[in-house]
């Protein structure tokens, strides 16, 4: 069974930054493209950034040079930093699996397993 358990959200403050893990069970995360996504209290959800089977990158503009998307292959892991946190970055945030592991992208409906959540709370 294909299992994505998302982790490291918390309530921080504005310009603090975070590391959230997405960590893959029965799937094998290199193998794959993986993507972040995140949805705040009666939005809908977008895309954050994602990481090809190639290492290439893609990124939401609106957190372009302050998240950075990463792998950990021998932990199965895909990371997301946040840094220069923001109120507006105040969401639930999600890992998911491309429907797709070649065409990877930011489009949430293109994108099929999902993970949990991990919350993330920033004050002012």
Known sequence: QVQLVESGGGSVQVGDSLR????????????????WFRQGPGKE??????????????????VRGRFTISRDNA????????????????????CALAKNPR???IYPERFGTWGQ????????
């Open 45 to 62: 959800r977008e895309g954050v950034a994602a990481i090809s089977t190639g290492q290439s990158t893609y990124y939401a503009d609106f």
């Open 75 to 94: 932990r199965n892991t895909v990371y997301l930093q946040l840094n220069s946190l923001k109120v507006e970055d105040s969401a639930m945030y999600y």
């Open 103 to 105: 065409a990877c992208n």
């Open 20 to 35: 959230l893990s997405c960590v893959g069970s029965g799937v094998s995360l290199s193998s794959t493209c993986v993507g």
């Open 117 to 124: 959540g991990t919350q993330v709370t920033i004050s002012s």
